[in-house]
């Protein structure tokens, strides 16, 4: 691309990291990809978390049973069962992203028709069907950290 | 419907907040607040043209065929990538409104984007039909067949106005300034999905580096906001499976054929009888 901008004095206007954030007037979808990034970036802080954690066992035993100790709190607790939240939702979301671009459940393209739909609000009760399934499965294992 | 505490029937003024930019005086983009009468079906854009003929001559905006064809007038209208000709003020439900130039392009002045890199990525696809028979595509004998359904295959991403709201709603082009973009991808597709078409492979070849096709993270936000209901998303994922049906040996397609000469045995539909004919008006 020519460097039009530098040459002409234009104002350069990405919105940057902030445009994959701030979504502005947009509907579920968009959302969801906001949430996958941030549900992606805390499972990575999470596995090197979990690794530097597992590296006390080198030390010693007592280290490691200390740390578990101080671990062993309701807000720990609720740390993890976020942890597997954000898993599930990564998982399952990842499932139908695979699946979506690579062009399958979208259907055939359709003659725009006014009001348009697009093949995702076509394919909404996909994505209502996997949220149905992630709110199972996260009933499910609350009971695992009572 | 909200509209600051009043009754949308009894509103008369509309208050447009726009961004302006001046790049001979304006070190920075600022707000300026503009108040006009609003009349009822009102667009965004009858809104700008008012300020500009009657209040601030000098707001720079890009403008033409008022009816949704051109593309000219997209721009960011309370947060969302809009046409503001298509734009009917009652329809977004306020009467304070934020207008802001296209983001994810640069601004040459006001509320006018630069959008020659969405036109340099949009011709960097090959858009145009490319077969192997050369002498038929630069001396054509007839037209080449196509069924309805191999029309229909294509022809939603073929209405593209590039008005550039695709680009603009894209997280991906908000951070990747090589990604090729919603807008020229769904071109791409567009040629590809062609019947008539069977070179999809160099095109191809243009849309598989990694600030192509790959790119995409489908957040959907670029259907959401084209005005001409192209559904650039679709088109994207479409063309990814198409990409990947090529790199596991996926051949060119036959293209359609060149219609066969008319016979010249058709019969002639006959003309009704309530038609006026040249010899009545003599």
């Known amino acids: ?43 990575l802080f999470y596995f090197l978390l979990h ?6 066992r080198l030390s010693s035993g007592e280290s490691w049973t200390s740390l578990m100790d101080i671990f062993d709190t309701p807000i720990v607790k609720f740390g993890e069962y976020l942890v597997l939240a954000g898993f599930t939702f990564h998982a399952l979301n990842g499932l139908r992203l695979i699946l979506q671009e690579l062009g399958y459940t979208l259907g055939r393209p359709k003659p725009p028709v006014y009001p348009y ?8 009760p996909i994505v209502f069907v996997m949220g149905g399934v992630i709110i199972i499965l996260l009933v499910v294992f609350i009971f695992n950290f009572i | 419907m909200s509209n600051n505490g009043e009754n949308q029937g009894s509103v008369s003024k509309l208050t447009l907040k726009v961004q302006r930019y001046n790049p001979d005086r304006d070190k920075a983009p600022y707000m300026q607040e503009f108040t006009l009468p609003f009349r009822k ?17 000098s707001l720079a905006f890009r403008a033409s065929c008022r009816m949704g064809i051109c593309g000219a007038c997209a721009m960011l209208i309370n947060n969302l990538p809009r046409l503001a000709c298509h734009t009917p003020v009652e329809e977004i439900g306020e009467f304070t409104l934020e207008i802001k130039p296209l983001p994810n392009f640069a601004i040459v ?40 359904d191999e029309l229909e295959s294509y022809l939603q991403f073929a209405y593209c106005i590039k008005c550039g709201a695709c680009v603009a709603a894209c997280p991906t082009s908000a951070t990747g300034k090589l ?6 991808l769904t071109q791409a597709y567009r ?10 492979g160099e095109r191809i070849s243009a849309v598989d580096p990694y600030y192509g096709v790959w790119g995409c993270h489908f957040a959907g936000a670029c259907s959401q906001v084209c005005p001409k209901g192209v559904d650039p998303a679709l088109a994207i994922q479409l063309l990814r499976r198409k990409v990947f049906a090529q790199s596991l040996g996926g051949k060119e397609r036959t293209p359609s054929p060149v219609a066969a000469p008319p016979t010249g045995s058709k019969e002639k539909i006959p003309v009704p009888e309530f038609t006026v004919t040249q010899d009545d008006r003599s």
């Open chain 1, 117 to 124: 739909v697009d093949a995702l609000e076509r394919r909404r």
């Open chain 2, 191 to 200: 040629y590809c999905g062609d019947s008539r078409d069977n070179k999809s």
């Open chain 2, 179 to 184: 990604y090729l973009g919603p807008q020229a």
């Open chain 1, 1 to 43: 691309m020519k460097a039009q901008s530098s040459e002409r004095r234009y104002l350069e206007n990405y919105l940057g990291i902030k445009g994959w954030v701030w979504g502005g007037r947009y509907r579920l979808e968009r959302y969801l990809y906001t949430l996958h990034r941030i549900s992606g970036l805390a499972l």
């Open chain 1, 51 to 56: 690794i530097a954690m597992n590296g006390f």
């Open chain 2, 41 to 57: 079906g009102m667009t965004v854009l009858d809104g700008l043209l008012y300020i500009r003929e009657n209040i601030d001559s």
């Open chain 2, 109 to 148: 002045k006001d509320l006018v984007p630069d959008t020659s890199s969405m036109f340099e990525k949009h011709a960097s696809v090959k858009p145009y039909l490319m077969r192997d028979d050369q002498e038929e595509m630069e001396h054509p004998t007839a037209e080449f067949v196509q069924s309805p």
